[in-house]
């Protein structure tokens, strides 16, 4: 399971730091793409694999959207001695990462956040929206 938020910066090559907790579920090597949002979304390839499955079961209808969108940007990564992975130019332009990178764990795959895009995301998360999802799922 893929939790936590962890802080880094964008070198000047255009490489982050994916933290090891994340590079064990991960693998050594993975899909990174567009997500939602202005953000990235980092799959494993197992992960990666489901989520193909899954678009390709839907109607084409409906699925030829998400092809286009998950499947254009996908690009496969993997990550140096230290940690870093590359973060190709045109994806890094998307999500709007320049300097400062939060890496976030969404369960089942990791996203990338410019760090004032994230602030903002969490600053439009209401109490009232949480305890409505929550409501709505049991809890």
């Known amino acids: 399971m893929l939790i936590g938020e962890f802080e880094?910066?964008?070198?000047?090559?255009?490489?982050?730091?994916?933290?090891?907790?994340?590079?064990?579920?991960?693998?050594?090597?993975?899909?990174?793409t567009k997500?939602?949002?202005?953000?990235?979304?980092?799959?494993?390839?197992?992960?990666?694999?489901?989520?193909?499955?899954?678009?390709?079961?839907?109607?084409?209808?409906?699925?030829r959207s998400l092809q286009l969108y998950f499947f254009s940007s996908g690009n496969l990564c993997?990550?140096?001695?230290?940690?870093?992975?590359?973060?190709?130019?045109?994806?890094?332009?998307?999500?709007?990462?320049?300097?400062?990178?939060m890496v976030i764990g969404a369960s089942n795959h990791v996203e990338l956040w410019d760090s004032e895009l994230w602030q903002e995301k969490c600053r439009s998360l209401t109490p009232d929206m949480i305890v409505a999802a929550m409501e709505e799922m049991g809890f």
Do not use: M
């Not at 994916?18 to 090597?29: H, M, S, T, V, Y």
């Open 8 to 32: 880094h910066s964008v070198d000047q090559k255009g490489r982050v730091i994916i933290p090891a907790r994340f590079r064990e579920d991960l693998g050594d090597k993975f899909v990174i």
């Open 35 to 63: 997500g939602p949002d202005e953000c990235l979304f980092i799959y494993s390839l197992h992960e990666w694999a489901r989520l193909e499955r899954q678009i390709k079961e839907l109607p084409l209808s409906k699925s």
């Open 78 to 101: 993997e990550t140096d001695k230290q940690g870093r992975a590359l973060v190709p130019q045109n994806l890094r332009r998307f999500a709007k990462l320049e300097k400062t990178v």
